[in-house]
């Protein structure tokens, strides 16, 4: 039972409740933090006061008052006119991934919305969500779309007071959410990444004094100095070092643990946004029982969320197109020393896997549309009457965080294939033990690609492969 309210909210809690699909409770002081919120806006509406949401309507309509109104049907056309997402449908895990945002949201004491709204979204999230949201139709001035649709399906039978339907649309919970998961599949993109490299460095018989600790140390990197103690724990047994050929080698070689070191900081950063969006309140209006106030806010803002999705996405290009450069280097004979294309065959006219290198970079020339700052990007003055003249777009800057994340391991399964090829041609002395698994389970592959089976096809056996390590590590981690 993961119980939340008294200590911070980590991703390890998301992942254990909307992946694992732990049950949830909240805490004593949870409870209470709700319950006074929920009295303050009662309060609040009682003694009259002009509260946006609570007794005007949203957006072009605030200056409109609700009083008379009937409050069910406000609540209807509320949701019904914020139901502006496309059609395209993200898996349950992310509905799941919402309402943990929503709970996260109201255990802060800042929410207007009654206990048993929130004791609601409790048992359904303790229940099995096969519901699936689109993801778009929203410029992250609050995630409304993807908001209104989810509460349309989990309210239908349940009356919903129109503040509390204000609050559970107009926040950012869509995009923390599926950010949360696309980190997941990121933490094990990343983790194989290192084995991959590996691989290479052993194929092209590289130099190894660039990753000496004093080397590295000198950097004054201490994520550098951790990751370059793992790079030499996994290349323990390898025979790497005393089998260089060039005096200096490419960059893509040379520079790669940079690189990645690159990725995995902007990975920590991302996570640390996330996990303060998961431990704040990001919605608007505010509860604020310590001056007996319900105020409208921007907390809603997601700017910081939308850089650090794209700083995580450039530095993801830079690794795809250190991958894809090394992917080149072992599949050219100026390059490797090996026969271009690696594959010997007795069919003299067979390039073997030389193909791989333009699949690369096409994939490479995806990844880095991808990689476009969104945060570039204006939303024009008069939505919503003007009062709505700005937005993050950080919703989009998730999405295609999730499509590079994708297409990485398409480019890394290349590199793997590539790197086994190149090893099988030009056998070391001794290997690495994480290389040695890669040689066991790829040779096969290798094998039957020289004979009949399509390129394609064994670079999808690997990207399976590769995602299957990938998944066994982090859920062992």
């Not at 957006?59 to 056309?77: E, I, N, P, Y």
């Not at 898996?91 to 004491?109: E, M």
């Not at 303060?276 to 505010?286: A, E, V």
């Amino acid at each position: 039972m993961i119980r939340i309210g008294d200590d911070p909210i980590t991703l390890q809690t998301f992942w254990q409740v909307v992946l694992a699909r732990q049950p949830v409770t909240l805490s004593t002081a949870s409870w209470a933090r709700i319950e006074h919120a929920w009295q303050l806006t009662e309060r609040v509406r009682a003694a009259g006061k002009n509260v946006y949401g609570l007794t005007t309507g949203v957006g072009a309509l605030r200056d409109h008052s609700l009083a008379g109104l009937d409050h069910s049907r406000v609540t209807q056309r509320l949701l019904a006119s914020h139901r502006i997402a496309p059609a395209e449908d993200e898996g349950s895990a992310v509905a799941r991934g919402i309402i943990f945002c929503w709970i996260a949201l109201c255990v802060t004491g800042r929410a207007p919305v009654r206990p048993q709204t929130v004791d609601r979204l409790l048992r359904i999230l303790s229940n099995e969500v096969s519901l699936s949201i689109p993801l778009r139709g929203s410029v992250s001035a609050s995630d409304l779309g993807p908001n209104a649709e989810l509460v349309s399906h989990l309210f239908s039978a349940v009356e919903l007071e129109p503040i509390e339907t204000l609050i559970l649309i107009n926040n950012s919970a869509p995009t923390v959410a599926a950010a949360a998961l696309a980190l997941s599949s990121l933490d094990q993109l990343l983790s194989e990444s290192m084995h991959v490299l590996i691989a290479a460095l052993e194929a092209f018989a590289a130099r190894l004094e660039a990753y000496h600790p004093i080397v590295v140390a000198a950097r004054a990197w201490p994520l550098a100095t951790r990751c370059a103690e793992r790079m030499h724990e996994l290349l323990q047994g390898s025979s790497l070092g005393r089998t260089a050929r060039l005096l200096q080698d490419p960059l893509s070689f040379r520079t790669a643990l940079w690189v990645l070191v690159s990725a995995e900081e902007a990975r920590d950063h991302l996570a640390a946004t996330l996990e303060r969006w998961l431990n704040g309140y990001t919605s608007n209006p505010i509860a604020l029982p310590e001056v007996e106030a319900l105020v409208s806010c921007g907390n809603f803002e997601s700017m910081d969320l939308a850089l650090a999705l794209d700083t995580m996405r450039l530095a993801l290009f830079q690794l795809a197109q250190s991958s894809a450069e090394r992917t080149s280097k072992l599949l050219n004979k100026q390059w490797s020393g090996l026969p271009t294309g690696l594959l010997k065959n007795s069919f003299e006219a067979d390039t073997g896997l030389a193909i791989l290198e333009l699949a690369a970079q096409a994939v490479l020339a995806e990844i880095r549309l991808a990689a476009q700052p969104i945060s570039l990007q204006t939303v024009s003055g008069v939505v919503a009457a003007g009062i709505e003249d700005r937005g993050s777009f950080a919703l989009i800057a998730t999405r295609l965080l999730q499509t590079q994340i994708a297409q990485l391991w398409d480019i890394l399964a290349i590199e793997a294939l590539t790197s086994v090829a190149a090893l099988t041609a030009r056998p070391p002395e001794t290997t690495a033990r994480s290389t040695q698994g890669l040689l066991e389970e790829l040779r096969p592959l290798l094998e039957r690609a020289r004979d009949d089976l399509p390129v394609a096809e064994a670079v999808a056996a690997t990207r399976r492969l590769l995602l299957d390590r990938g998944h066994r590590q982090w859920i062992e981690s």
